[in-house]
């Protein structure tokens, strides 16, 4: 999509939707009449003065805050709002979905909630082997986050150490097994 040469910016709070960066969206001016104007001025949390002055040509709200069904396309590519629209889309009330009413958790809460999904789904695609099962996952079957702010109890990193070495000696043993399998294939050719 072609980009605009027009310097259009969303007048509402916490929106940084501009023109140039953005350009399948709408722009619209404030509205002229006074009332409509004053709701639209209610509904994004402004209020004219001195830091916020409603000019023509210059204050716009983007398409993004207005309800899909408010906004219409011409035949001609004009993008147009009814008549008596008002912006109701916004990161305040969960941009309009109608759960203004409910809380957003924080957002440690809702990683956690979508790492238990992740932690969930992989234990039941690929099964963890016994052994390492109880280093992984705690006793109730999900991983803490964060686990590098907790200290492990002192067991664990024996375990840990100890699983290491066994692993290491395997890798040894399987690479001298590799070695003589390599030499004694080369002294049969």
């Known amino acids: 999509m072609a980009q605009s040469s027009c310097r ?7 929106c940084s939707n ?3 960066k953005f350009p399948y969206l709408s722009f619209h001016d404030f509205p002229v009449d006074a009332e409509i104007r004053a709701r639209w001025v ?11 002055k409603i000019l023509r040509g210059s204050t716009y709200v983007c398409s993004q805050h207005l ?3 408010d906004v219409s396309t011409s035949t001609s590519g004009r993008t147009r709002i009814k008549k008596g629209a008002t912006p109701s889309r916004f990161p305040w009330n969960d941009w309009g979905k109608g759960r203004a009413s409910q809380a957003r958790q924080p957002v440690y809460q809702r990683a ?12 039941q695609e690929m099964p963890v082997p016994g052994d390492i099962t109880e280093e992984v996952l705690p006793a109730d ?12 109890s002192p067991g664990k990193l024996d375990a840990a150490a100890r699983r290491i070495q066994e ?3 395997q890798v040894v043993s399987l690479e001298l097994e590799i070695q003589q399998l ?4 080369q002294a049969d050719s």
């Open 42 to 52: 209610r509904a994004i949390k402004r209020d004219e003065g001195p830091s916020f």
């Open 67 to 69: 309800n899909p069904e």
């Open 141 to 152: 079957g999900v991983a803490k986050d964060h686990d590098y702010a907790y200290h492990p």
């Open 8 to 14: 259009c910016y969303c007048s509402v709070p916490c």
């Open 167 to 169: 692993l290491e000696f």
């Open 182 to 185: 390599t030499v004694k294939q």
């Open 18 to 20: 501009n023109k140039h």
């Open 112 to 123: 956690r909630k979508h790492f238990r999904a992740a932690v969930l789904d992989e234990s």
